[in-house]
């Protein structure tokens, strides 16, 4: 995966993310905004450990 499609997916992952906790807006407290940005980090790494 080049440069351009991994800020593609993960700009895509942060978007699905930010619509689920739009959806979820009246139950979103602290925790499931941290879990969110959590799993966003997760996904970063993810992705940028495919590079080696």
Same mark, same amino acid.
């Given at each position: 995966m080049n440069n351009q499609e991994k800020v593609k997916s993960m700009i895509e992952f942060i978007e699905t993310k930010e619509r689920e906790i739009q959806n979820n807006s009246m139950n979103a407290?602290?925790?499931i905004k941290g879990d !969110? !940005?959590?799993a966003i980090l997760d996904e970063l790494e993810r992705v940028t450990r495919n590079e080696n």
């Open positions: 407290d602290s925790q !969110v !940005v959590k």
